[in-house]
């Protein structure tokens, strides 16, 4: 299934993540691409918001992963695969916890990882504050947190 939304503004992108976050379990790998500043942090900032995250997130683009308690138990984990190459085994995520939902920007450097993800966000930029959000997924959670969405194309 797909679903095409365009967002007028960041805050609309992070409002799309805490939606996305209210369906999210365990387990769950989030795959994200989209060119630099198409917003896929600001839609990983969302999801952290919607999952309870107070804390700031920044972006984890030097860091690599950056990881966030969740309550009452998992973590959600930050991945941010642009400078990672496709051959590149060292992040660690080879088998993804069933403790913590991944979130992965630039995951087309992951192909193992990619290929895992339940949901598939690409985002591009259509004008200084728009976006064009493609998500792609085969679970109808997704579906019923979306189909209410005043933003849909």
Avoid at 8 to 35: H, P, W, Y
Avoid at 61 to 89: K, V
Avoid at 119 to 146: A, C, M, N, W
Wanted: charged residues 20%; glycine residues 8%; contains cysteine.
């Amino acid at each position: 299934m797909e679903t095409i939304i365009i967002t007028n503004s960041e805050d609309e992108t992070l409002q799309l993540g805490i939606r996305l976050a209210s369906v999210l379990k365990m387990g769950d790998i989030i795959a994200l691409s989209g060119s630099l500043g198409a917003g896929k942090t600001s839609l990983v900032h969302g999801i952290g918001k919607g999952l309870g995250i107070q804390d700031a997130m920044p972006s984890p683009t030097f860091a690599i992963m950056r990881s966030y308690p969740l309550h009452p138990q998992g973590e959600l984990l930050h991945l941010d695969a642009y400078r990672l190459q496709q051959q590149d085994t060292d992040h660690g995520l080879d088998e993804p916890s069933s403790q913590s939902i991944l979130c992965v920007e630039w995951a087309e450097h992951i192909p193992l990882l990619f290929q895992q993800a339940c949901l598939f966000i690409q985002l591009h930029v259509i004008g200084p504050s728009q976006r064009h959000i493609r998500l792609t997924y085969h679970d109808i959670r997704f579906q019923k947190v979306l189909e209410h969405d005043d933003t849909r194309a």
